[in-house]
Structures are given as C-alpha cells and as structure tokens.
Nanobody, 122 residues
Framework: QVQLVESGGGLVQAGGSLRLSCAAS????????VGWFRQAPGKEREFVAA???????AYYPDSHGRFTISADNTKNTVYLQMNSLKPEDTAVYYC????????????????WGQGTQVTVSS
C-alpha cells in the first residue's frame, strides 16, 4: 500500500510560480512511476508530468514547457515546479503512483493523493 500526500498549492498571481510536493509513504517506490494530474471544474483529469522513481526519465505532454517534475529519493518526495502560471492552470492537482502505467493515463494509476488546489488569479 502506498500513501500519497500533496502540498504546496495555493493562490498565486498570473506569472508567478509554485512548487507542489507529493510525499510518499507506506512502501518503497522503487520501480514505481509517479505522475501529476490536474482537474479543473467540469473538465476531465489531465496529465501534467510523470517520473520513474529512482532517477528515471521524466515524461510530459507535448504542450509542456513551464512545468518540471523532479524527485528526491532521500525524502520520498516528488515535486512539480510550476512557472509562469496562467489562470487556465487553475485546478486541483493530484499525484498518483503505480508500477506499470501508461504514464499519461489517469486510469492506469492505482494510488492517488487527496489533491491540492492551485488558483491563479489574473
């Protein structure tokens, strides 16, 4: 069993930055993928980034450029650095983990955090 807890969300002005954290506990995440997704009201959950635990490759959607995913193995934590934020980035951001995934597919992840709200004002 894997427990995930997100933090770092909040209210920020357009153009600002936030760093989200996803702290994992319960078992080692060796060989797991950890992904970040977001969901705005009335919209489907959207893939933001993913990383293979242990220093593996990072994965992004084709539209990425402002967000960067990273992992600190010593802290069992995955981060999402978000720069140049826009109002359309407003959403609840979730982290998720599983061993064998289609990285951009939310349905392929078994473990989810409770989410953290990010609100970007114009």
């Amino acid at each position: 069993q894997v427990q995930l807890v997100e933090s770092g969300g909040g209210l920020v002005q357009a153009g600002g930055s936030l760093r989200l954290s996803c702290a994992a506990s319960g078992r080692t995440l060796a060989s797991y993928f950890v992904g970040w997704f977001r969901q705005a009201p009335g919209k489907e959950r959207e893939f933001v980034a993913a990383i293979r635990w242990g220093g593996g490759s990072a994965y992004y959607p084709d539209s990425h450029g402002r967000f960067t995913i990273s992992a600190d193995n010593t802290k069992n934590t995955v981060y999402l650095q978000m720069n140049s934020l826009k109002p359309e980035d407003t959403a609840v951001y979730y982290c998720a983990a599983d061993r064998a995934v289609v990285v951009a597919s939310a349905t392929s992840y078994k473990y989810w955090g409770q989410g953290t709200q990010v609100t970007v004002s114009s």
